[in-house]
């Protein structure tokens, strides 16, 4: 996940902050427009930065609420294991493998999410 981030903050994120600070300063330069102008066009060039930590935000979120709903089923599927009477020391193992398991069928989840968000950001950008 951690490579995901790095990917979208370098790829995109980076990019919109280059361009909202280009944006400010061509506001601050326009010797026309009052000051109440000039902060009504900053907040306008910092919309898209925005919408686009909502928009990485909430994915990222969608993305933890799964892995903690895996984590909880793994975990009750333990549990109920052990009371129905399991050894312990498979029992407590078994949440880590049924995560892994997990993980490994829902791989593709993260690269979805990243395009998903990379399309997303790309069309935010323009």
């Known amino acids: ?55 990485v935000t909430n994915e990222l979120e969608k993305f933890q609420d799964c892995l903690a709903r895996c984590t909880t089923h ?15 020391p498979q029992g407590k193992r078994q949440p880590d493998s049924c995560v892994s398991r997990y993980m490994d069928d829902h791989v593709h989840l993260i690269l979805t999410m990243t395009r998903k968000m990379k399309e997303s950001l790309s069309s935010l950008g323009k």
């Open 1 to 55: 996940m951690d490579s995901v981030v790095k990917s979208l903050e370098q790829e995109n994120i980076r990019k919109m902050q280059g361009l909202l600070f280009r944006c400010s300063a061509g506001c601050c330069e326009d010797n026309q427009a009052s000051m109440q102008q000039v902060h009504q066009c900053i907040e306008r060039c910092h919309v898209p930065l925005v919408q686009a930590q909502a928009l």
């Open 74 to 88: 793994c975990n009750d599927k333990a549990k109920d294991s052990i009371d129905a009477g399991s050894k312990e």
